[in-house]
């Protein structure tokens, strides 16, 4: 019928979308990692080690273990500040000739926090794996993809991870590792404390979970 064809077409055309925008997404977060590690001078990376071991209480410069390197990585590409007040990922933007489509997905790059997720289930395909955590914050059930090199540790059904994340055509996509941790102990901390917070200030949840995901990352894991 041709009411079915349209419907098969347009589920068509979504999933190549979802396609294109999925390599073009994978392409921009390891050619800014590299800029990350590669084109950043060494005194804006002993600044940033600084920064992250005090503001996080972590016990020396010299990050303690690899949890904690991996998660240093990521917050220096996508939540520190610079000496000129930018985070090395909108830096990376500005330096970059980019397509229009491209730049558009740099732009929600740019948003995007560590959130905390219950994992419910998960399936693997050729490249990739699918995956549906329970959003604590709208109690509503997501559908994320990741690559496979992005698993930290075997995954467990029913806890708590936090995943940096990005809505692209029919599904989300992960932006580097998932972190574990110990939903007893961070659940019942993270509520009280935005809610505190946001009575106190008025922040918002993003930016509340930029600015304090990783100390739950760091404090409260498996």
């Not at 990376?45 to 996080?56: T, Y």
């Not at 520190?80 to 830096?91: C, D, R, S, V």
């Not at 580097?176 to 939903?183: I, K, M, Q, R």
């Amino acid at each position: 019928m041709p009411e079915q064809k349209e419907l098969l077409d347009l589920l068509q055309y979504r999933q190549k979308k979802q396609q294109i925008a999925e390599e073009q997404i994978k392409e921009l977060y390891a050619n800014a990692y590299d800029y990350a590690l590669k084109e950043t001078n060494i005194r804006e990376k002993v600044r940033g080690k600084m920064i992250f071991s005090k503001r996080f209480q972590l016990k020396e410069p010299s990050l303690v273990s690899d949890r904690a390197e991996k998660l240093f990585l990521q917050w220096f590409l996508f939540d520190y500040k610079t000496i000129k007040g930018q985070t090395l990922f909108f830096q990376f933007l500005q330096s970059q000739q980019l397509t229009e489509p491209t730049r558009m997905l740099g732009v929600l790059v740019l948003t995007a926090a560590w959130e905390p997720l219950i994992l419910k289930n998960w399936s693997d395909e050729e490249d990739y794996t699918i995956l549906e955590g329970l959003n604590i914050i709208h109690n509503n059930v997501e559908q994320m993809k990741m690559e496979q090199s992005g698993f930290e540790q075997k995954m467990e059904r029913e806890s708590l991870y936090f995943v940096r994340k990005v809505p692209l055509v029919t599904h989300q996509w992960v932006l580097g590792p998932l972190f574990h941790v110990d939903s007893r102990n961070t659940l019942p901390k993270m509520k009280e404390q935005y809610s505190q917070m946001n009575q106190k200030t008025g922040v918002l949840w993003r930016t509340y979970l930029k600015e304090e995901a990783p100390n739950f990352i760091l404090s409260s894991h498996l």
